[in-house]
């Protein structure tokens, strides 16, 4: 089975840090771009970084670059996201997602994120 | 404020035909795939559409999406009561180098 587990969540002052983890299994990671996507309660999605299958590329949403870092471990099928300087905004629902992206004679073609996990909470307050 | 525009919310009767447009520009949906994502509350997204017409694996061919200039939509006939959801647009901006994503439309079966 496909799945995706993420981890790392819980509650963290403002200014702190935080590692969430995602362990995927049932399909060959190292062949797949990943991203992270977050939902802040009652709010809509909003994507957050992902990550290309040899870590060469990264792409971040402005507000958080700086401040977030996505990693992955392919030997050990596994997905990061390091969080610093952590803000009260930054309450949220963490998903990781596999993301299918394509390379063709040269053209990206980025047709959506097809796997999800669970979620996994972040709640930064003091 | 999101850089996809979709309405708040949507609604109708079983049986009856909804539409939920997207709204973008030529950087994102001018430029790439528009997918639909589908999310119960309490619940991880799902990818509904993807290449702007493509339905995964097990959605109901009920639902159809389309895509036109820098505009989309999300059709959805035959109205069911398990139809009711969250759904969201999105698509890779170039401009940005980032996935972005509509507000989310909540469709609620009268």
């Known amino acids: 089975e496909v799945q995706l587990v993420e981890s790392g969540g819980g509650l963290v002052q403002p200014g702190g840090s935080l590692r969430l983890s995602c362990a995927a299994s049932g399909f060959t990671f190292s062949n797949y771009w990943m991203s992270w996507v977050r939902q802040a309660p009652g709010k809509g999605l909003e994507w957050v970084a992902n990550i290309k299958q040899d870590e060469s590329e990264k792409y971040y949403v402005d507000s958080m670059k700086g401040r977030f870092t996505i990693s992955r471990d392919n030997a050990k099928n596994s997905l990061y996201l390091q969080m610093n300087s952590l803000r009260v905004e930054d309450t949220a629902v963490y998903y990781c997602?596999?993301?299918?992206?394509?390379?063709?004679?040269?053209?990206?073609?980025?047709?959506?994120?097809?796997?999800w996990g669970q979620g996994t909470t972040v709640t930064v307050s003091s | 404020q999101s850089v996809l525009t979709q309405p708040p919310s949507a609604s109708g009767t079983p049986g009856q035909r909804v539409t939920i447009s997207c709204s973008g520009s030529?950087?994102?949906?001018?430029?790439?795939?528009v997918k639909w994502y589908h999310q119960l509350p309490g619940t991880a997204p799902k990818l509904f559409i993807y290449?702007?017409?493509q339905r995964s694996s097990g959605v109901p061919d009920r639902f159809s999406g389309s895509k036109s200039g820098t505009s989309a939509s999300l059709a959805i006939s035959g109205l069911r009561s398990e139809d009711e959801a969250d759904y969201y647009c999105?698509?890779?901006?170039?401009?940005?180098?980032?996935?972005?994503f509509g507000g989310g439309t909540k469709l609620t079966v009268l």
């Open positions: 997602a596999r993301d299918l992206v394509t390379l063709v004679r040269g053209v990206k073609n980025y047709y959506g994120m097809d796997v």
């Open positions: 030529r950087s994102n949906i001018g430029s790439n795939y």
């Open positions: 999105a698509a890779w901006d170039d401009s940005l180098s980032g996935w972005v």
């Open positions: 290449k702007n017409n």
